[in-house]
């Protein structure tokens, strides 16, 4: 398992690049989030972590605006969300947050 662990966590790393977003699908307990957590941890950048299971992320989501978005970020170039497919119309909101916002990084999990 800890070979296989690191192997995905480069994969993954390599992939984390301005204005895309790295999807981490899975079954439900297979280690999406454990993983997730090994990476942020080897992340050298400030990164926004939000739990898709939240409600105050879905009201933080929910104003559909690059200024909104600009402003949840503050300077913050990695986007991190937990269980993204919890929340309402999560591909608008990802593509309005590359497409609009330069440089953000995005990694979201979902089953």
């Known amino acids: 398992m800890i070979k296989l662990k690191r192997e995905l966590q480069d994969q993954i790393l390599k992939k984390l690049q301005p204005n895309k977003v790295v ?3 899975g079954a439900r307990r297979v280690g999406k989030t454990f993983l997730l957590k090994d990476i942020i ?3 050298e950048k400030d990164f926004l972590f939000l739990n898709g299971e939240d409600i105050n992320t879905h009201l933080l989501l929910k104003k559909r605006s690059v200024e909104n978005y600009r402003n949840v970020l503050g300077r913050k170039k990695i986007l991190i969300i937990d269980e993204a ?3 309402p119309e999560i591909g608008s909101i990802l593509k309005l947050i ?13 089953s």
């Open 41 to 43: 941890s080897k992340l």
């Open 23 to 25: 999807v981490i699908t």
């Open 98 to 110: 590359v497409d609009e916002i330069d440089g953000v990084m995005v990694v979201v999990t979902g």
């Open 85 to 87: 497919q919890k929340i």
